[in-house]
């Protein structure tokens, strides 16, 4: 059988593994127990189950693995935003393009995205979700690039912290390329 690398014929473009699918499993697992530990009180005490968001394309993957490692009930929604240069549109520097069908107000909303680098999407993102007044608002991502960060912005949960390298696979795209490799590569410059 051909490998998954031939198959793509993506070989010579993206470099070593800089997590396997066993680290990453290990990594989510770790996330959604943390995440079941802090909200077993929210849903018992108040009977609200966490509302999931994640941010398309690129959170498909992780969103996936993520809730069943949760062990609660909780409601899964996507949204998907288009990011602008600051200041080109008058309405903000994010647009949503699909919203959730949910109503947000007064409930505990995690947002589940791939990766946080400069903090622009996140930021814009999390103010206009606040706008709806949820009860609680917290921020899960796959991988954080913490030594780019143009604005201060903190996920609650963070699989891994990666370097400024631009990686691929698990639901990251290069060009629409490569999100459905199994474990986290660099990409080639
Ligand atoms: P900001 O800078 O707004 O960026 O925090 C978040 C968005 O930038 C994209 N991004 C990447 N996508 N590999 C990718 O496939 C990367 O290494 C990478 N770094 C940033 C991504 O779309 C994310 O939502
Ligand atoms: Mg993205």
């Known amino acids: 059988m051909k490998s998954v690398q031939s198959m793509l014929g993506i070989k010579d473009n993206i470099d070593q593994i800089l997590y396997s699918k066993e680290e990453i499993a290990q990594a989510v697992k770790r996330v959604g127990e943390e995440i079941t530990r802090d909200y077993a009180e929210t849903v018992t005490s108040t009977g609200r189950k966490p509302l999931m968001i994640g941010i398309l394309k690129g959170s498909f993957m992780f969103m996936a693995d993520l809730v069943r490692e949760i062990d609660l009930a909780c409601k899964v929604e996507f949204m998907a935003a288009k990011s602008y240069g600051q200041g080109t549109v008058s309405s ?8 959730v069908e949910t109503m947000i107000e007064g409930r505990d909303v995690i947002v589940v995205e791939d990766i946080l680098d400069t903090g622009n999407t996140l930021n814009e993102l999390c103010a206009l979700l606040r706008a709806r007044r949820p009860n609680s608002l917290k921020v ?8 780019t960060r143009k604005i201060p912005f903190e996920a609650d949960y963070v699989c891994f912290e990666i370097e400024n390298e631009f990686v691929v696979g698990y639901g990251l795209d290069y060009a629409e390329r490569y999100r459905n490799l199994p474990d986290l590569r660099i990409l080639k410059q």
Do not use: P
């Open 140 to 147: 899960c991502v796959f991988l954080d690039k913490r030594g």
């Open 92 to 99: 903000g520097f994010v647009q949503i393009v699909k919203d």
